[in-house]
């Protein structure tokens, strides 16, 4: 039995590997495979080559300025039926012998049936999780200003969700939840998703900024990033490992391990890599406890989940859902098999404890929660998201038609500019979204051919079976399902999705061992290599430039879009800390550029008593002159963001000073 296929055996179907007998109709669909991605990739390929210069010879255009997402997989896929028809003899002993019987689940239930150690794939996990650290580092060096020598490690943050998580980060070291709002003028201090109602507090559940809070205190957020990064590869090598042996784990955990995506994401102090890190743990122990039946494994399964969902409840709840409805198929069975005395709890193993490992560190989790929420809201059962998005962003609401329902809530502190950059969901926008998110999630963990064509050979392989595999993509399926209700598809059009990426990998791993078996049965060994190349060629236009063939990676490129928000901010900070004319203390009022509604430089510390404060320019409410008087020592400055123009009040008029 495969290890995969826990607790029951699994049905034979036409292409598993344990019907090699029926090999007569392989050729037929790797046939029909090769049609359909020739009638796909041929249209964008000629497009692009009669688009280069006529001038040039045809090959010359074909092979300058490739298209890394179509034309590499063109050419592979030129080269199959030469890879299927030859069959030259390719073996290696020490591989036979050393490296390929270590990498099967057959070793690795040997492993757990003697209880015995695997250093083997100790090593192999901590090689995945450095190669995570490592690229998280190496993006991290990128030079973004070739003029200052500028990496994007050394910028500030992007997002306005970066910096609600560092405010809480340093509310939470301050051993407090929220800071009182300024008592005479609190509106100057509204803060980008930063609550300020008599408290001010982040807007996000309290998960990350924990998770932040000691790397802020050390002084290098992006390290708890970095460090997130390695734990989910980590994890996601163990998972893969626990499903279908070493060989899955090791490729799994080296694809989020080399992931574009993942790089950019643990230098974005974002909520999605402490969510991973929840997540990660629950995927690994859950698997194992449904092996081993182990009130151990079932709690850490639950320590996992619990932390996630206080990082993005509803990411972790829809990740979670079909391991959920699994345990209550668990419980039902268990109940009728214990009720006609078909089998005793001996023979079975009790579910109870498996319930009560998850259940107790969630109860946990949500009494935490409810506590928290009270703290800043007055009342455990209304979150602070909830409560930011009814005061500040009505419109931005989750559901269908959330601007014509935000639009009859609105009220005097609404962020005018910024809640109505969203759109009105309706279901072409929501369709139109679900093809963008799931796109950018192929695209962004590997790329959109091979995980693409490995999603659609995972359901027709394993489409006639149950196998604990349909709990992995029943994941996928879950979390878009769950975020169809929200109007905007996300940061890089897939950070709502983005937790799929592990997922993904996990299915690209199995679609890869189960290849490599039937290839490996019909005697077609080249097919193999094309797969691996495939693979190898997807990490190279991930992560690097072949000039003259591609100038950029796909990495470089969103690390230059990333980049702009950055140093944007950069500036700001700059110009404030380091301008001869600015004398400390200071308060600077900004007028924000209304064009521009993702940059926004009002960001303080939540005690408000840095050296300089930056404020919001509200005229309508608090003149120059009264605000002198609610903060006599502080000098005044007005920063006007469309104009790029600094003035400082002299006591009757703004007077500019660059």
Request: contains cysteine.
């Given at each position: 039995m495969d290890s995969e296929n826990y607790p029951s055996p699994r049905p034979a179907?036409?292409?598993?590997?344990?019907?090699?007998?029926?090999?007569?109709?392989?050729?037929?669909?790797?046939?029909?495979?090769v049609i359909v991605l020739l009638a796909i990739l041929t249209p964008y390929e000629w497009d692009r080559v009669n688009s280069e210069n006529q001038q040039l010879p045809w090959?010359?255009?074909?092979?300058?300025?490739?298209?890394?997402?179509?034309?590499?997989?063109?050419?592979?896929?030129?080269?199959?039926?030469?890879?299927?028809?030859?069959?030259?003899?390719?073996?290696?002993?020490?591989?036979?012998?050393?490296?390929?019987?270590?990498?099967?689940?057959?070793?690795?239930?040997?492993?757990?049936?003697?209880?015995q150690r695997d250093f083997f794939a100790c090593l192999l996990s901590m090689l995945v999780a450095a190669s995570s650290f490592l690229l998280s580092v190496w993006t991290a060096s990128h030079v973004v200003n070739e003029e200052l020598n500028?990496?994007?490690?050394?910028?500030?943050?992007?997002?306005?969700?970066?910096?609600?998580?560092?405010?809480?980060?340093?509310?939470?070291l301050a051993g407090q939840t929220s800071f009182p709002s300024h008592p005479g003028a609190p509106e100057i201090f509204d803060q980008v998703h930063v609550l300020n109602e008599g408290k001010l507090a982040?807007?996000?559940?309290?998960?990350?900024?924990?998770?932040?809070?000691?790397?802020?205190?050390?002084?290098?957020?992006?390290?708890?990033?970095?460090?997130?990064?390695?734990?989910t590869a980590f994890f996601i090598f163990w998972a893969g490992r626990e499903l279908a042996g070493n060989g899955v784990g090791l490729l799994a955990g080296l694809i989020i391990a080399l992931s574009p995506g993942m790089a950019i994401f643990s230098n974005l102090l974002l909520a999605h890599h402490p969510t991973l890190v929840g997540l990660s743990l629950f995927l690994w122990a859950f698997l194992r406890m449904q092996r081993t039946r182990s009130f151990r494994d079932a709690l850490l399964a639950g320590l996992g989940l619990s932390f996630g969902m206080l990082c993005r409840p509803m990411t972790a709840a829809s990740f979670a859902l079909p391991f959920g409805i699994w345990l209550g198929i668990e419980v039902i069975r268990y109940y009728f098999l214990r009720k006609s005395e078909k089998t005793t709890s001996?023979?079975?193993?009790?579910?109870?404890?498996?319930?009560?490992?998850?259940?107790?560190?969630?109860?946990?989790?949500?009494?935490?929660?409810?506590?928290?929420?009270?703290?800043?809201?007055?009342?455990?059962?209304?979150?602070?998201?909830?409560?930011?998005?009814?005061?500040?962003?009505?419109?931005?609401?989750?559901?269908?038609?959330?601007?014509?329902?935000?639009?009859?809530?609105?009220?005097?502190?609404?962020?005018?500019?910024?809640?109505?950059?969203?759109?009105?969901?309706?279901?072409?926008?929501a369709a139109r979204n679900v093809q963008n998110r799931i796109l950018a999630s192929l695209q962004w963990t590997l790329g959109i051919i091979p995980?693409?064509?490995?999603?659609?050979?995972?359901?027709?392989?394993?489409?006639?079976?149950?196998?604990?595999?349909?709990?992995?993509?029943?994941?996928?399926?879950?979390?878009?399902?769950?975020?169809?209700?929200?109007?905007?598809?996300?940061?890089?059009?897939?950070h709502y999705v983005f937790e799929t990426g592990p997922l993904w990998a996990l299915i690209f791993a199995r679609v890869t061992q189960t290849l490599f078996r039937i290839w490996h049965r019909i005697d077609r060994p080249l097919m193999s290599g094309l797969w691996a190349c495939l693979t190898l060629v997807a990490v190279l236009t991930n992560l690097t430039a072949i000039p003259p063939f591609w100038s950029v990676s796909k990495l470089e490129i969103v690390v230059n879009n990333v980049a702009f928000s950055k140093f944007k901010h950069f500036q700001f900070q700059q110009m404030i800390y380091q301008h001869p004319q600015i004398k400390q203390p200071a308060l600077i009022l900004?007028?924000?550029?209304?064009?521009?509604?993702?940059?926004?430089?009002?960001?303080?510390?939540p005690q408000l008593d840095q050296a300089i404060l930056i404020g919001r320019d509200r005229p309508d409410l608090y003149s120059p002159a009264k605000l002198q008087t609610l903060f006599p020592d502080r000098n005044l400055y007005l920063f006007d963001a469309a104009q790029n123009r600094l003035s400082r009040w002299n006591g009757a008029y703004w007077e500019p000073i660059r």
């Open positions: 179907t036409d292409l598993s590997p344990n019907r090699s007998r029926n090999s007569r109709w392989i050729p037929l669909i790797h046939l029909l495979f090959l010359t255009r074909f092979f300058l300025n490739v298209n890394v997402d179509t034309t590499p997989y063109f050419i592979l896929l030129l080269l199959s039926p030469l890879c299927w028809f030859l069959r030259p003899p390719i073996h290696s002993r020490f591989f036979s012998t050393v490296i390929r019987p270590r990498l099967t689940s057959d070793w690795v239930r040997e492993k757990q049936a003697s209880k500028i990496a994007l490690g050394d910028l500030p943050p992007a997002y306005h969700d970066e910096y609600s998580y560092l405010f809480q980060a340093n509310t939470f982040s807007r996000y559940f309290p998960g990350t900024g924990l998770w932040l809070a000691p790397f802020v205190a050390w002084g290098h957020p992006y390290w708890g990033y970095w460090l997130a990064g390695a734990i001996e023979s079975m193993g009790s579910v109870y404890p498996l319930v009560a490992g998850l259940a107790i560190p969630l109860g946990c989790g949500l009494i935490g929660l409810f506590i928290y929420n009270q703290s800043i809201t007055g009342s455990g059962w209304k979150m602070p998201y909830q409560l930011y998005t009814d005061i500040y962003t009505p419109r931005h609401v989750y559901g269908f038609n959330n601007v014509i329902r935000g639009e009859q809530k609105l009220g005097p502190k609404v962020l005018d500019n910024y809640d109505k950059w969203a759109e009105n969901l309706t279901p072409a926008l995980l693409g064509l490995a999603g659609l050979i995972f359901l027709i392989t394993e489409w006639r079976q149950w196998s604990r595999w349909w709990l992995i993509f029943a994941s996928i399926v879950s979390l878009h399902i769950a975020h169809i209700p929200y109007w905007y598809d996300g940061i890089m059009h897939w900004v007028k924000h550029d209304p064009s521009d509604r993702h940059i926004d430089y009002v960001i303080n510390d």
